[in-house]
């Protein structure tokens, strides 16, 4: 959740639709779920930057090697 904390307009938003789907006096439900769409894609988007395996490389890395390498074959 780093990655929120740097980057104060998501989480604005991230607040902001847990506020319109949740409320602010209860707790988010497995039900509230698939109405927190933004919250999905910054959850994904997250794991995408830091894959939860570390021995993984992170899908920037290997589009920036697939270009190297490609352009060495050139």
Known sequence: MAEVIK??????????????????????NESDLPHLNYLHCVVRETFRMHPADPSS??????????????????
């Open 7 to 28: 980057h104060p307009r998501v989480l604005r938003k991230i607040q902001e639709e847990l506020d319109s789907v949740v409320g602010q006096h209860r707790m988010v």
């Open 57 to 74: 490389n992170s899908v920037e890395e290997k589009t920036i090697k697939k270009v190297v390498c490609e352009e060495e074959n050139d």
